[in-house]
């Protein structure tokens, strides 16, 4: 008898800390007071770059608007572009904007919002360089890369077939000086960041043949516990879309 009223008892404490842990859980709703933080990588203009002290570019702008338009509030945490996924899922982040391509390797560990932006890979050479018209051209040469992204991917996937040399950088600045000094062959970067980066400052560099693959950039949330403000994330892009907003931010950066 005594075993049964403390079995009871047991069960009732049990259910009752289960509905405690419920209620405090947040994952998954969003908190109105919640300061959600949203890593960066600010060697990515035109989406996302420091100027002075204030962080611009396309994504800052969108992700700004979208929290606004949803009503949950944000900081930004600027990192490393490969240290963005890892901090997502150590939970030191909450969101990821990075101009950060929507991959099913990615899709595994992280849940996307809708694509925003379409980009993919174009492979970039000194300026004064005429023999490199394509990858099949980089036999026996260094080529250079971003640590974490999609142009490393593609580089060390196919590093035995174009028989390359990859080195791996930290940033895009370093990445393109690397090139620039001759020290690699080429590099490899997203379309739309390194013909922005070319025409604004003086890089000495040039994009050469076709784009290698395409994609889409999109908002990360860790997979599987932030249902509602990924939801908020896609609702406020689409309200951004449709007002014009979208269209404004963009052009801001890109005319
Ligand atoms: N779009 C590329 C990727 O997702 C590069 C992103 C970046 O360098 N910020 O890997």
């Given amino acids: 008898m005594k075993k049964k009223i403390m079995m009871s008892l047991f069960m009732v ?9 419920i209620g405090n859980d947040d994952s998954g709703t969003v908190d109105k007071d919640k300061v959600y933080k949203v890593g960066i990588d600010v060697t990515y203009p035109p989406f996302e770059y420091k100027d002075g002290d204030t962080y611009k ?19 930004f945490e600027a990192m490393d572009f490969g240290g963005i996924i890892p901090a997502l899922q150590a939970k030191q982040l909450d969101i990821a904007i990075a101009g950060m391509s929507i991959t099913p390797e990615r899709k595994k560990i992280v849940d996307f919002s809708d694509p925003y932006f379409e980009a993919g890979l174009i492979l970039v050479v000194k300026e004064d360089e005429n023999t490199i018209k394509s990858v099949n051209d980089l036999k026996g040469k260094k080529v250079a890369v971003k640590k ?7 580089a060390t996937d196919n590093a035995d077939k174009l028989g390359i040399e990859v080195t791996q950088f930290n940033d895009s600045p370093a990445m393109f000086q690397e090139v620039k000094n001759g020290n690699a062959a080429a ?10 980066a070319n025409k604004q400052q003086n890089l000495g560099l040039k994009l050469v043949g076709d784009r290698l693959n395409g994609d889409n950039y999109g908002i990360a949330v860790l997979k599987g516990e932030n249902e509602e403000l990924l939801k908020k994330i896609n609702k406020g892009l689409a309200n951004l879309r449709e007002s014009g907003e979208y269209d404004k931010i963009v052009d801001t950066y890109l005319k």
């Avoid at 570019?57 to 900081?75: P, R, V, Y």
């Avoid at 590099?187 to 922005?196: A, F, G, N, W």
């Fill in 57 to 75: 570019g396309i994504d800052i702008d969108l992700i700004n608007a979208i929290a606004k338009d949803q009503d949950f509030k944000i900081e």
């Fill in 13 to 21: 404490v049990t259910l009752l800390l289960g509905a405690c842990s």
């Fill in 187 to 196: 590099l490899i970067e997203d379309y739309p960041v390194i013909s922005y």
């Fill in 148 to 154: 974490g992204t999609t142009g490393a991917k593609y």
